[in-house]
Nanobody, 126 residues
Framework: QVQVVESGGGLVQAGGSLRLSCVAS????????MGWFRQAPGKEREFVTV????????YYTDFVKGRFTISRDNVKNTVYLQMNSLKPEDTAVYYC???????????????????WGQGTQVTVSS
C-alpha cells in the first residue's frame, strides 16, 4: 500500500515563501503522477498542480502559475512544491496525492488519484 506524507507547512507572511515536501513509500514512486491539491475552510478541495511520473511534464492551475513550482526526485521518492509570493488566499490545507501515469491534463480531478496524504497546513498572514 502506498503511503504519502506531506511536510513543510507553516505560517508565513504575505509575499513570503514555503517549500512543501511529499514522500511516497510502499510502491514504485516513478510509476505515479504526483499532484498537489488544497482545501480552504468552508471550500471544496481544489487542484493546484501535477507533475508526470518522469518529471517531464507539469500542469498548474491559473491562480498559482508563475508563483508555485512543482518538482520531483525519483531517487528520494519525493515531490516538492515551492511556493513563492504567497497570498492570504493561499491559506489552506495542502494535500499530496498519487495517480496512475497518464497525460498531466488528465490528472486535474481528485477522483483519479488513488493515494492521499493527511495534509499540511499553510497559513499566510496579511
Amino acid at each position: 500500500q502506498v503511503q504519502v506524507v506531506e511536510s513543510g507547512g507553516g505560517l508565513v507572511q504575505a509575499g513570503g515563501s514555503l517549500r512543501l515536501s511529499c514522500v511516497a513509500s510502499g510502491g514504485i514512486f516513478g510509476n505515479y503522477n504526483m499532484g498537489w491539491f488544497r482545501q480552504a475552510p468552508g471550500k471544496e478541495r481544489e487542484f493546484v498542480t501535477v507533475i508526470s511520473w518522469s518529471g517531464g511534464s507539469t500542469y498548474y492551475t491559473d491562480f498559482v502559475k508563475g508563483r508555485f513550482t512543482i518538482s520531483r526526485d525519483n531517487v528520494k521518492n519525493t515531490v516538492y512544491l515551492q511556493m513563492n509570493s504567497l497570498k492570504p488566499e493561499d491559506t489552506a490545507v495542502y494535500y499530496c496525492a498519487a495517480a496512475p501515469p497518464r497525460p498531466v491534463y488528465e490528472t486535474i480531478k481528485a477522483n483519479v488519484y488513488r493515494h492521499w496524504g493527511q495534509g499540511t497546513q499553510v497559513t499566510v498572514s496579511s
